[in-house]
Nanobody, 126 residues
């Protein structure tokens, strides 16, 4: 499966961006992670084919929204009220197999995902 992420760019603090990720195959779960310079890759959001969603605490409260178009094998990350600390390379990831409900927290872990996209840079200026 190949993943193609797009939509990154340079934006001022308080602005918005919308990231997209298209998969070449049908993944059960697709997610977003980000990695800032010198930092570890961290979970941002995830969405399953049956529309289960989860967001990292740092982006909750209406700042970020994750959605999915199953017909297009595409996920979106709408990012509002961006902050300088949101600056990072954002990676799209895909997990092919279903995960049972009781283990959904594992979707916050990068090792759960089978495929990764090339990343798209998001830079938020202050």
């Amino acid at each position: 499966v190949q993943l193609q992420a797009s939509g990154g760019g340079l934006v001022q603090a308080g602005g918005s961006l919308r990231l997209s990720c298209v998969a070449s195959g049908r993944a059960y779960v697709m997610g977003w992670f980000r990695q800032a310079p010198g930092m570890e890759r961290e979970f941002v959001a995830t969405v399953s084919r049956d529309k289960y969603t989860a967001l990292a605490d740092s982006v909750k409260g209406g700042r970020f929204t994750v959605s999915r178009d199953n017909a297009r094998d595409t996920i979106y990350l709408q990012m509002n009220a961006l902050k300088p600390e949101d600056t990072a390379v954002y990676y799209c990831a895909a997990k092919m197999n279903r995960i049972i409900t009781g283990q959904r927290m594992r979707l916050h872990t990068s090792s759960e995902y089978d495929y990764w996209g090339q990343g798209t840079q998001v830079t938020v200026s202050s």
